[in-house]
């Protein structure tokens, strides 16, 4: 859909509704409201941050939207990083069965996963995205020019999202840096949606979009309960480190993949200060038994034998992982305390 045409439907729709978060508001929504030529949209503003992707805030913008008539022919616009575009889709997919929406991502991670690929949901009951859906937004609309008001951290978060694709699909990707990424968005939106397109509700091969995010959402979850939350990325980017560990004992990686991982895992958390010790090591086990790739209780991790081509639905004992969680741990502290 080119812009001129998302203006029209957006004319043609009943309501236009704008979701954003506190921090896009200030920053970009009259912009966007005037891009699309939307001046009269309303607007539902929710706090930012993952903390605020609860069902307490799904029944807030359900009920903004009731009270200010949105029918079935509304679309919601999602203006924000990927906690709107979740939260926005799910919120859009459920209201009277669904109406439509497109997402506007204004973040890194955004941009090159979160607002692609149609998972929409909220975290529930302290752990990530328990309820949601499927269902594709009617347009993703990449504007790079909102990178100019992204905190670094939250750069270096959707950083970590794209060196992923380097070793799920394209290992040119493992180069990306701070300095570079830019030539790199079309690129790995074009690997999301790929992957997306030949498995849509993860029955298969798009689990393997997946790597990284089994540990990846224990330390992420768990980083919230004691008071030191980290990025989506840069959580990704430990349970990164996990699997290509896992990848070494279980599945032959060669150990050199994990050993040239550390510079980049150090550079993703250059903003962060991941402060985990061997008392967590219970508490982060325990959240894989929620983890929505187990099956019967039995976890199924993505594991990569060679740079670039994944398995996934891989078993793995859970005395290596528990071994694996410690030795995480025991790295964090080095990259902390240099
Ligand atoms: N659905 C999916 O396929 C998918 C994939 C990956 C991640 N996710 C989800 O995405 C969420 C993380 O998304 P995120 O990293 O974008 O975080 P986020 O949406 O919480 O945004 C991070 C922070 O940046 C601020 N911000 C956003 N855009 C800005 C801009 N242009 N300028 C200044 N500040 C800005 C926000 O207000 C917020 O404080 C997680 O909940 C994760 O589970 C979903």
Redo the contacts with the bound molecule.
């Keep these: 859909m080119t812009n001129e045409e998302l203006k029209r439907t957006l004319a043609e729709s009943s309501r236009v509704f704008v979701l954003t ?1 506190a ?2 508001a200030a ?2 929504l009259p912009e966007l409201k005037h891009w699309l030529s939307c001046e009269d949209a309303s607007e539902i503003i929710i706090k ?3 903390e605020n ?1 609860t069902l307490h805030t799904a029944q807030q913008i359900w009920t903004k939207l009731l009270r200010k008539g949105a029918d079935r022919h509304s679309i919601l616009v999602n203006l ?7 939260m926005g889709g799910f919120v859009a997919s459920c209201y009277q069965r669904g109406i439509r929406f497109v997402n506007v991502p ?2 890194l ?2 941009m090159v ?2 607002s ?2 149609g ?3 909220i975290d529930f009951g302290g752990f ?2 328990q309820i949601g859906t499927f269902a594709e937004p009617l347009e993703t609309l990449v504007m790079p020019v ?2 100019s ?3 670094d951290r ?1 750069l270096l ?2 950083l970590a ?1 794209m060196i992923k694709y380097g070793y799920i699909a394209d290992p040119s990707m493992l180069k990306i840096d701070q300095n570079n990424y830019e030539q790199y968005l079309l690129r790995a939106g074009r690997i999301k949606r790929e992957i997306v397109e030949q498995d849509f509700t993860e029955q298969g091969s798009r689990k393997l979009l997946n790597f990284g995010h089994t540990l990846g959402h224990a330390f992420e979850s768990h980083s919230f309960t004691k008071g030191n939350p980290l ?3 840069e959580a990704v980017a430990i349970g990164m480190w996990c699997a290509l560990w896992l990848s070494v004992k279980q599945c032959g990686l060669p150990e050199t993949v994990l050993v040239e991982y550390l510079p980049k895992l150090r550079m993703l958390l250059s903003l962060a200060s991941p402060i985990f010790d061997d008392e967590d090591v219970q508490n982060l086990m325990s959240y894989l038994v929620h983890d929505k790739k187990s099956r019967a209780g039995e976890m199924r991790w993505v594991l990569l034998p060679a740079v670039g081509k994944p398995i996934y639905d891989c078993t793995v004992p859970s005395d290596l992982v528990q071994q694996c969680v410690v030795e995480c741990i025991a790295q964090m502290r080095e990259i902390v305390r240099r």
């Design positions: 978060d921090n896009v920053l970009w930012p941050g993952e992707k924000g990083g990927g906690t709107v575009t979740d204004t973040t991670l955004a996963d979160a692609i690929g998972k929409n949901g990530k995205n909102f990178l008001t992204l905190p939250e978060s959707g999202e990025t989506h990325g």
